[in-house]
T-cell receptor, first 114, second 115 residues
Framework: AQSVSQHNHHVILSEAASLELGCNYS??????LFWYVQYPGQHLQLLLK??????LVKGIKGFEAEFIKSKFSFNLRKPSVQWSDTAEYFC????????????FGGGTRLMVKP | DAGVIQSPRHEVTEMGQEVTLRCKPI?????LFWYRQTMMRGLELLIY????????DSGMPEDRFSAKMPNASFSTLKIQPSEPRDSAVYFC?????????????FGEGSWLTVV
């Protein structure tokens, strides 16, 4: 079965700092990869996704993620964070043999100080 | 589209009471998922359905939990009897099968507190 690891549980940054959140998965076959964001008190929303093609994926709000197959990684990046980016970020993986089921990482709580 | 609709949004109940959470998936979606989110355990998949049929319920914590999907537009998650450790946010989500249709859309969650 696949698993997803997010090594940073809590990240604190100042506004305008650059962000990189790590995500590694364990599965040797074809995967679809996702980043979801959960703002305080809200539900999960899709930030970006990778299915195929260009491994550098651009999402909403200036976020991007790079799929590096050799490293089984899908790290999330943003060049300059804002206070409004304070949220919890979840990496998730889906494989075709898992019946559309998403496996989530443990989440990374990001706090951006104004 | 209205998105995934869950009810109630918030519920406070006493230990031992029955709790029923409801979900209406996005119209046309053939997958429905129930997730539980807690501080200690993060996001856990409880059960999911495909075309109204339960496919994997291995995440259901124990027999006190049950889920049904009587038709394509409605699902329930029931806890009977409820316990304080069931306090969590329960998310329903749905998705559409397809080569590139695996994005899962989440409802706004049902915030359950068992006292």
């Amino acid at each position: 079965a696949q698993s997803v690891s997010q090594h940073n549980h809590h990240v604190i940054l100042s506004e305008a700092a650059s962000l990189e959140l790590g995500c590694n998965y364990s599965y040797g076959g074809t995967v679809n990869l996702f980043w979801y964001v959960q703002y305080p008190g809200q539900h999960l929303q899709l930030l970006l996704k990778y299915f195929s093609g260009d491994p550098l994926v651009k999402g909403i709000k200036g976020f991007e993620a790079e799929f590096i197959k050799s490293k089984f990684s899908f790290n999330l990046r943003k060049p300059s964070v804002q206070w409004s980016d304070t949220a919890e970020y979840f990496c998730a993986v889906n494989t075709y043999n898992a019946g559309n089921m998403l496996t989530f990482g443990g989440g990374t709580r990001l706090m951006v100080k104004p | 589209d209205a998105g995934v609709i869950q009810s109630p949004r918030h519920e406070v109940t006493e230990m031992g009471q029955e709790v029923t959470l409801r979900c209406k998936p996005i119209s046309g979606h053939d997958y429905l998922f129930w997730y539980r989110q807690t501080m200690m355990r993060g996001l856990e998949l409880l059960i999911y359905f495909n075309n109204n049929v339960p496919i994997d319920d291995s995440g259901m914590p124990e027999d006190r939990f049950s889920a049904k999907m009587p038709n394509a537009s409605f699902s329930t998650l029931k806890i009977q009897p409820s316990e304080p450790r069931d306090s969590a946010v329960y998310f329903c989500a749905s998705s559409l099968t397809g080569v590139a249709g695996n994005t899962i859309y989440f409802g706004e969650g049902s915030w359950l507190t068992v006292v």
